[in-house]
């Protein structure tokens, strides 16, 4: 079983935020998968399909941001394996640029809440994460920035970059996490 982990705020005036743009791949997963997420568990939602030949879950926690790590102990209990080539983290990046992707195996939390979080209750940072950039001028000057909307220019990089990101889930899922890094990671937007 693959578990994707998608970092985001659960109120619905966070939906289209920077912060969120890890619910927006879990939300894209969903839609392919023709599934819809279910309350479950004690603080998530989750929604079942395949990556590939791969059996898979997308959940969304109930928690905010800074809390995500707090369901990493149910999700282990049942079953979920945590490694890099079983377990991803999907979160926004300020310090990368909007339509960036960047895999790894492991590494810091960069200073995001939400990595800080999961890694205070693994006791460890070696998990894959994807970070998806939604870095802008000013950004690293605005601690509200994240909560921000996207603005309407930036919704067609937002989109693409979402798009991309589930093939990159699909590659990780199929091949681990290696690979995914080799063939999706990428400083700004593919030209169409």
Same mark, same amino acid.
Request: hydrophobic share 40%; aromatic share 8%.
């Given at each position: 079983?693959?578990?994707?982990?998608?970092?985001?705020?659960?109120?619905?005036?966070?939906?289209?935020?920077?912060?969120?743009?890890?619910?927006?791949?879990?939300?894209?997963?969903?839609?392919?998968?023709?599934?819809?997420?279910?309350?479950?568990?004690?603080?998530?939602?989750?929604?079942?399909?395949?990556?590939?030949?791969?059996?898979?879950?997308?959940? #969304?926690?109930?928690?905010? *941001?800074?809390? =995500?790590?707090?369901?990493?102990? &149910?999700?282990?209990?049942?079953? $979920?394996?945590? @490694?890099?080539?079983?377990?991803?983290?999907?979160?926004?990046?300020?310090?990368?640029?909007?339509?960036?992707?960047?895999?790894?195996?492991?590494?810091?939390?960069?200073?995001?809440?939400?990595?800080?979080?999961?890694?205070?209750?693994?006791?460890?940072?070696?998990?894959?994460?994807?970070?998806?950039?939604?870095?802008?001028?000013?950004?690293?000057?605005?601690?509200?920035?994240?909560?921000?909307?996207?603005?309407? #220019?930036?919704?067609?990089? *937002?989109?693409? =970059?979402?798009?991309?990101?589930? &093939?990159?889930?699909?590659?990780? $899922?199929?091949? @681990?996490?290696?690979?995914?890094?080799?063939?999706?990671?990428?400083?700004?937007?593919?030209?169409?």
């Amino acid at each position: 079983m693959k578990t994707v982990l998608a970092i985001g705020n659960p109120e619905e005036k966070y939906a289209a935020t920077r912060h969120n743009i890890g619910w927006m791949v879990a939300d894209a997963l969903a839609r392919e998968w023709k599934e819809k997420f279910r309350k479950d568990g004690f603080e998530f939602w989750s929604a079942q399909g395949r990556l590939g030949r791969a059996a898979a879950t997308a959940v #969304k926690t109930w928690t905010y *941001v800074n809390q =995500t790590g707090r369901v990493v102990p &149910e999700l282990k209990a049942r079953g $979920a394996g945590v @490694g890099p080539d079983d377990f991803i983290v999907v979160c926004d990046d300020i310090a990368l640029p909007l339509g960036a992707i960047r895999i790894r195996a492991k590494g810091s939390s960069g200073g995001h809440n939400g990595l800080k979080s999961v890694e205070a209750t693994l006791g460890s940072n070696e998990y894959a994460r994807m970070r998806l950039g939604v870095g802008g001028p000013g950004a690293a000057a605005n601690p509200d920035y994240v909560l921000g909307r996207f603005g309407s #220019k930036e919704m067609k990089v *937002v989109e693409e =970059t979402v798009t991309a990101a589930v &093939e990159a889930l699909k590659t990780w $899922a199929a091949d @681990g996490v290696e690979k995914a890094m080799t063939r999706h990671n990428r400083v700004e937007p593919q030209e169409e």
